[in-house]
């Protein structure tokens, strides 16, 4: 199964179909979200950290369909506390936008206390687009 999302299914809808792609975002966007499927990156100073796209994800080993962020990401200090988070996901805008991609991150859920910078180290988020060998 791959992390990625409808919105990108759709994508490849229209270049094949249509022959058309939308442009790329320059930058990607990475967010929480909790148990419940509540985004709750807007409970932290950063909202959304913004990446940039082309230069902040690598491709992990050779023809790999796995992709990883090259440099840290923080999303800055809970401004409350904020529990049960489970999910990270990227976007195309810093609010609303489209879903890009998304999954469960490892030992979850966890609880970000009001005052913790939630940061992911580099290599610590990683998104599969599957092809057909797997």
Do not use: C, H
Not at 50 to 63: P, R, Y
């Amino acid at each position: 199964m791959s992390d990625f999302s409808i919105s990108l299914g759709q994508e490849i809808i229209n270049l094949m179909t249509q022959g058309t792609v939308r442009t790329p975002p320059s930058n990607i966007f990475v967010g929480v979200f909790d148990t419940s499927d509540t985004e709750r990156s807007t409970d932290f100073a950063n909202g959304r950290a913004s990446t940039t796209a082309g230069t902040d994800w690598n491709v992990i080993g050779t023809n790999s369909t796995d992709v990883e962020n090259a440099n840290q990401i923080s999303l800055g200090e809970a401004q409350v506390d904020v529990n049960d988070l489970e999910n990270v996901a990227l976007f195309d805008s810093a609010s609303g936008g489209n879903k890009l991609a998304e999954y469960t991150m490892d030992a979850t859920p966890f609880d970000v206390a009001a005052g913790t910078t939630l940061t992911f180290p580099a290599g610590d988020l990683s998104f599969d687009v599957r092809d057909e060998t797997e």
